[in-house]
């Protein structure tokens, strides 16, 4: 007969902080943790919090901790297991209705909890309600697995989790940059009544984050530029309306001296796509492009990567740019028709819904953009659709050292400027594996200094597998 959670914890509180080692390992803590990206002034939650196995190092990295469990005696255990911190909240709440308000929480954690939840889906939903705009939530989970005792013993309402129903979860509850990776940690245990029956379940790490919607300031905002035909290392006069345009929008400390391209390449394009050029490196420097191939390049602005990359693949290839901006596209169609570039064409589309037929294009190259993208997992995963296999990506975009500060994220300008939407370099990189993608290499650029963040260029090359599947590191 299975147990209830609130029975087996009542149990098992006292011992449960040794009875846990035997289950997972104090290194889960800290692959979990490290994913969250914490900064010191961060207001955090601990969903399921048990005993307090992550709450105990929360407390030292962050300004509060809001530990909340559904059962009086683990929260008694966590209360004295961390009697001596003065930054915590204790909460007993089962995860479906957890008193605190909506958009409080910077981060929130839920490790080993999802599997004793009544309802998993309803759960996400409540955490991500928690979310500020940028905030990340964070589920270690179990795998799903057949050991059905662990349910009858330990109270566990699911055997674990497909982990295309957690992204699928996260994704209608509204998350963004969303991925699921294995953990170096395994879940292992022995039946109380029968020592035959063993179990080792590999655990995941699930990670998302809540929706900053920031398309219309960027789309505003490179619609002045357009008009005003200036990109790097020129001041636009301020337009009527009042929107500010930030100088140097997304261009590299260099890049007014474009010294981003070949002198000799620059001579050949038209002199209107390099006067708009808005770019943070060169991701036509290690593409290898070749004559009679098909490319595509994001958020093509005033097309000088879509003419430069038309030069290399010659009348045979064929070059897609894609901008979300009808200015932008005006400017570039009118240099393609003026200069004579019949193999190249300009579509109206974003990276995260690109207007491009699933394996068509040899090589995707962006400069500059997937970072004012809201969902970067999306953009990557409609990168890796659209290309052929063997195909490749290379991008040059803006990433940052660290977590950047709530007030950045929510200054539109700073959007807008390549700044607020850099992620931690890691995570970016965690989002192009987690989409498939295999051999990547990176190349650290510029170190941005017009702001006062960690931000800089990074050059970053990957390779869609001959055979379309799902990456190795999906699976432990």
């Known amino acids: 007969m299975q147990i209830t959670s609130n029975t087996y914890f009542k149990q098992v509180a006292e011992q449960w902080d040794d009875l846990r080692k035997g289950f997972f390992p104090d290194s889960l803590r800290d692959e979990v943790i490290a994913k969250a990206y914490l900064l010191p002034e961060m207001e955090i939650a601990d969903i ?4 307090g196995f992550l709450s105990s190092i929360l407390v030292d990295r962050v300004r509060m901790v809001h530990l909340v469990d559904a059962s ?14 003065s930054n915590i909240v ?8 957890i008193p605190l308000t909506d958009a409080s929480q910077d981060a ?30 964070l589920i270690s989970d179990l795998d ?12 566990d309402e699911w055997p674990g989790f497909e982990r295309d129903q957690v992204m699928e979860w996260f994704r209608t509850a509204g998350l963004v940059n969303t991925y699921i990776t294995c953990s170096n940690s395994n879940c292992c245990g022995t039946s109380q009544t ?70 000799d390449e620059l001579k050949v394009i038209p002199e209107e796509a390099g006067d708009i050029s808005l770019g ?70 974003d990276a995260e819904n690109l ?39 290379e991008i040059s975009d803006v990433v940052a050292a660290h977590s950047l500060p709530l007030e950045v994220h929510q200054n539109p300008n700073q959007w807008a400027a390549c700044v607020s939407g850099a992620l931690p370099e890691k995570e970016y990189l965690d989002l192009i594996t987690y989409a498939g993608f295999q051999n990547l290499h990176t190349n650290r650029e510029n170190q941005y200094t017009n702001n006062s963040e960690a931000t800089y260029s990074l050059v970053v090359s990957a390779r869609k597998p001959d055979i379309n599947g799902k990456p190795v590191q999906y699976y432990c």
Not at 48 to 51: K, L
Not at 144 to 155: K, N, S
Not at 330 to 343: C, D, F, P, T, V
């Open 90 to 97: 204790y909460q007993l709440a089962e995860g479906r209705t």
């Open 194 to 263: 029968d020592a035959s029956r063993a179990a080792e379940i590999s655990i995941f790490i699930a990670v998302g984050s809540k929706r900053i919607s920031r398309k219309a300031d960027v789309q505003q905002s490179y619609g002045v530029i357009a008009e005003s035909g200036c990109g790097c290392g020129c001041s636009p006069a301020q337009p009527s309306d009042g929107y500010r345009i930030v100088e140097q929008s997304c261009c590299s400390p260099q890049a007014s001296e474009n010294s981003l391209y070949h002198l």
């Open 280 to 349: 943070c490196g060169n991701p036509l420097a290690m593409a290898s492009l070749k004559p009679g191939e098909t490319v595509l390049d994001i958020g093509s602005g005033g097309g000088i990567d879509v003419f430069l990359a038309a030069n290399r693949v010659g009348p045979t290839g064929h070059v897609i740019g894609v901008d979300m901006t009808p200015g932008m596209l005006k400017r570039s169609r009118e240099s393609a028709a003026k200069h004579g570039y019949l193999q190249v064409e300009f579509r109206q589309g």
């Open 144 to 155: 799903l697995h057949p050991h059905t005792w662990l349910q009858e013993e330990m109270a």
């Open 48 to 51: 399921g919090a048990g005993s």
């Open 108 to 137: 929130v954690f839920a490790n080993m909890y999802l599997h004793h939840a009544p309802d998993p889906f309803a759960a996400i939903q409540e955490m991500a309600r928690l979310l500020k705009p940028g905030g990340r939530l």
């Open 355 to 393: 207007p491009v037929e699933d394996n068509s294009v040899d090589v995707v190259i962006s400069n500059c953009v997937i970072n004012l993208t809201e969902d970067k997992t999306q953009a990557f995963q409609e990168i890796y659709r659209v290309l052929k296999p063997g195909g490749h990506l």
């Open 72 to 85: 009086e005696e683990m929260l008694s255990q966590a209360k004295k297991n961390l009697s001596s911190h």
